[in-house]
């Protein structure tokens, strides 16, 4: 059974803190990584992508994956109240073909 | 372009009703999906259509049957409808990034169905 593991939270940050949420997957034949954010009431939207181990960085988002370790992390910088959301992580198995595998969310707050 | 419509927003069954939810995606993307989302346990997958023609199941298919209509229109049809399938039901399609290489999937608005 694949299985996507995140801390339920919520987890609460100041405004410009920086916010972050880790995810840790249960099989090392995984593909690729990704994190999604939901606002209450609405879907899923993608905001990061990363495939490689390292860090991968867009505008205030920064991605960091360890296939060793089997964790995938992301960085939220100058956090700001619009940033509260629930955040998903997803990967594609190896060997599962374009199956995403989601986790269950961790709640973000940010407060002003 | 529109994205990934659902219809439709709301519905209400009671137990035994049957329907169907429909599902289509302007983005000439060829995999496509049905996933339901319950508090605390994330998105489960239902069903996958990796292209037209083509459906597997997913991790929670039971109670549930797909159809790929064509490259646009996937839809999920509830038989026999149980209070155990009250969810947030979303429509996904997914192609690989231009810039990331990576599949992106993108999702539709979803439909909150209760069965009483």
């Known amino acids: 059974q694949k299985e996507v593991e995140q801390n339920s939270g919520p987890l609460s940050v100041p405004e410009g803190a920086i916010a972050s949420l880790n995810c840790t997957y249960s099989?090392?034949?995984?593909?690729?990584f990704f994190w999604y954010r939901q606002y209450s009431g609405k879907s899923p939207e993608l905001i990061m992508s990363?495939?490689?181990?390292g860090d991968k960085e867009d505008g205030r988002f920064t991605a960091q994956l360890n296939k060793a370790s089997q964790y995938v992390s992301l960085l939220i910088r100058d956090s700001q109240p619009s940033d509260s959301a629930t955040y998903l992580c997803a990967v594609i198995w190896g060997n599962y073909g374009q199956n995403f595998v989601f986790g269950p969310g961790t709640r973000l707050s940010v407060l002003p | 372009n529109a994205g990934v419509t659902q219809t439709p927003k709301f519905q209400v069954l009671k137990t035994g009703q049957s329907m169907t939810l429909q599902c289509a995606q302007d983005m000439n993307h060829n995999s496509m999906y049905w996933y339901r989302q319950d508090p605390g346990m994330g998105l489960r997958l239902i069903y996958y259509s990796a292209s037209e023609g083509t459906t597997d199941k997913g991790e929670v298919p039971n109670g549930y049957n797909v159809s790929r209509l064509n490259k646009r229109e996937f839809s999920l049809r509830l038989e026999s409808a149980a209070p155990s399938q009250t969810s947030v039901y979303f429509c996904?399609?997914?192609?690989?990034?231009?810039?990331?290489?990576?599949?992106?999937?993108?999702f539709g608005p979803g439909t909150r169905l209760t069965v009483t």
């Open positions: 099989d090392r034949v995984s593909q690729s």
């Open positions: 990363i495939y490689s181990n």
């Open positions: 996904a399609s997914s192609e690989i990034g231009r810039t990331s290489g990576l599949y992106e999937q993108y």
